[in-house]
């Protein structure tokens, strides 16, 4: 008896070996129609007013692949793009995008913080033009064939019903990636719409880590084509940490993570599926190469002009 479970353990671990190096002997690739290193985190916010058109158009001027943006709703219905549902921090206005009509929104402040580079502030020329808030429809109007990645940032049905009409309405599912660390948002936006590319959620990523360790991730199917994630060690180091808000025991969360999940066995595992991982958000040199040497596909920066310096000087990451 003891010979059959040790023959039938060896054979499950050299099967999950095989597939796990060649996973498309069973999984067929994911073809994307895109492939992005360099991605500009709220357009660029270290060096343009998050989430406007004047940050995403220059982002593109220096030659980004991809632009990650977030939504909310106003009360009129229109969805712009802001990362935060309320307005104290990015205007002084102490109420949320929901309790206002998208005319009536105030402007961006002239000087904005950055989340992911603390002590740092954005300080731009104060134009009146560069600080209104963007539609999600003239983002896509603009911008028709840049890949955009949408960070639905609450649990609100009709966001997510109205951001799938606008990706549908500009023919644009190929082009677009959304979902969010929750996994009711994230769920949600793949039963709206399954052919529009999807991010793994916080659980999803659990759920990765548990079946990469079981041997268990070489036989699963994936839904996700978009594997998105801090880079935990670069936060260790930093003395303002914003995932704290959301992580609890950040420290920990982050140890282990960076342990277990940064690895490049697993990130070339997922690419020969076709699924990219992007690192975010970072923004200084050590950060790129460290997530290029770990063989993610791209990074997420609020510095487009910095890693686009650095993608210029370092050809083996392009």
Known sequence: MGLVVAALFGGYVIASLLVFKYPNLIHKRKKLKFRCRHISH?????????NTMIAFKRALQLGTDMLELDCHL?????????????LLRSTGSDCDISQLN???LPLLKAELPLDFDPGHHFIGSGKEEERKFALLKDVFEQFPNVPINIDIKIDDDRLIHKVSELITQFNREEYTVWGNSNDVVTKKCYAMNPRINLLFSLKRVVQLILLL??????FCPLKETH???????????????????????????CRIMDCLLMKRSLFEHLHKRGIQT???VLNYEDEFQKAFEL???GVMT???SKLKKFLDEHPEYQ
């Open 227 to 253: 594997l998105e994630i801090f880079l935990p060690s670069i936060y260790l180091r930093r003395k303002s940490n914003p995932t704290a808000a959301y992580l609890p025991m950040h420290t920990l969360v």
């Open 74 to 86: 106003t009360k009129d219905e229109h969805v712009v793009v802001s990362h935060d549902h309320n």
């Open 42 to 50: 709220r357009g660029g916010a270290g060096e343009n007013y998050e």
């Open 213 to 218: 360790y079981s041997g268990l991730l070489p």
């Open 302 to 304: 609020d510095y487009p």
């Open 102 to 104: 998208y005319k009536d």
């Open 278 to 280: 992007y690192l975010w």
């Open 295 to 297: 063989g993610a596909t």
